[in-house]
């Protein structure tokens, strides 16, 4: 009776000890699909489903839509498509009917806030702040800003249907820019020194997407001028 109460409770501390790792765990990150292949090789299909994501709770992600007729945002599990519908209107829904020829995306139950400074203003700002803050930090990951914009460029890809593209240039083309100016917003990013190409651009770090605290407007975020107090969240270790 004895080694039956030690076994099962060496068994109960193994299943506490995994389940606490399991929560400790870094958040894993994937990517799927390269950006390269889609400006290089023309690879504009979906290569992954959305829906098909098992976990939702607590996911975060990132992306364009097949055939680069739209942007993707997921904010903690709220799946977000925009589409171009003119030069100053765009339609946002929620929704996951939809697929991604590269995509990012990772799971994050617990942040860890910090305060931007207000020498951080731009983008390029952003980047090497980010990069001395998680210097000792597991990459690549996401993190999440909250806060006012004085002033934002973000896009909606619109490729005209049928399109061929072999470069960057015929992937942007279509692409629809829009201004923000003094907004709430929430942006989503991607940080990393080792996907060039992969999953940045090739001359930054970051890969980001804005969405307004109406939820009326969202893109893939150019340009950026924060203003006021904006909140940065990086993944709890």
């Given at each position: 009776?004895q080694?039956?109460?030690t076994?099962?409770?060496?068994?109960?501390?193994?299943?506490l000890?995994s389940?606490?790792a399991?929560?400790?765990?870094?958040?894993?990150?994937?990517?799927?699909g390269?950006?390269?292949?889609?400006?290089?090789k023309?690879?504009?299909?979906?290569?992954?489903y959305?829906?098909?994501?098992p976990?939702?709770?607590?996911?975060?992600g990132?992306g364009?839509v097949?055939?680069?007729?739209g942007e993707?945002l997921?904010?903690d599990g709220k799946?977000?498509?925009?589409?171009a519908?003119?030069?100053?209107m765009?339609?946002v829904?929620?929704?996951?009917?939809m697929?991604?020829?590269?995509?990012?995306?990772?799971?994050?139950?617990?942040?860890?806030?910090h305060?931007l400074?207000d020498?951080?203003q731009?983008?390029r700002?952003l980047?090497i702040?980010?990069?001395k803050?998680t210097?000792n930090m597991?990459?690549?990951?996401f993190?999440r800003?909250r806060?006012?914009?004085?002033?934002a460029?973000?896009?909606?890809?619109n490729?005209?249907?049928g399109?061929?593209v072999r470069?960057?240039?015929?992937a942007?083309?279509?692409q629809?820019?829009?201004?923000?100016?003094?907004e709430?917003?929430?942006?989503?990013g991607?940080?990393?020194?080792?996907?060039?190409?992969?999953?940045?651009h090739?001359?930054?770090?970051l890969h980001?997407?804005l969405?307004?605290a109406?939820?009326?407007?969202?893109?893939?975020?150019?340009?950026?001028?924060f203003?006021g107090?904006?909140?940065l969240?990086?993944?709890?270790?």
């Amino acid at each position: 009776m004895q080694r039956c109460k030690t076994a099962f409770f060496l068994a109960s501390m193994l299943f506490l000890i995994s389940s606490t790792a399991a929560q400790d765990a870094t958040p894993t990150v994937h990517i799927i699909g390269q950006m390269k292949d889609v400006m290089r090789k023309g690879e504009l299909q979906g290569k992954i489903y959305l829906d098909t994501i098992p976990d939702k709770a607590h996911l975060y992600g990132i992306g364009p839509v097949a055939y680069l007729r739209g942007e993707i945002l997921i904010v903690d599990g709220k799946s977000y498509k925009s589409v171009a519908t003119s030069d100053s209107m765009m339609t946002v829904e929620e929704t996951y009917d939809m697929a991604a020829p590269f995509f990012g995306y990772t799971h994050i139950s617990r942040w860890t806030e910090h305060t931007l400074p207000d020498s951080v203003q731009t983008i390029r700002q952003l980047e090497i702040y980010l990069d001395k803050l998680t210097a000792n930090m597991p990459r690549p990951f996401f993190f999440r800003l909250r806060g006012f914009v004085e002033h934002a460029v973000i896009h909606v890809v619109n490729l005209p249907e049928g399109s061929k593209v072999r470069s960057p240039e015929e992937a942007h083309r279509g692409q629809v820019n829009y201004t923000l100016r003094n907004e709430r917003c929430e942006i989503i990013g991607f940080f990393s020194t080792e996907h060039k190409a992969i999953f940045t651009h090739h001359d930054t770090w970051l890969h980001m997407h804005l969405i307004t605290a109406d939820r009326k407007q969202m893109g893939h975020l150019d340009e950026v001028r924060f203003q006021g107090v904006t909140k940065l969240y990086l993944p709890e270790e």
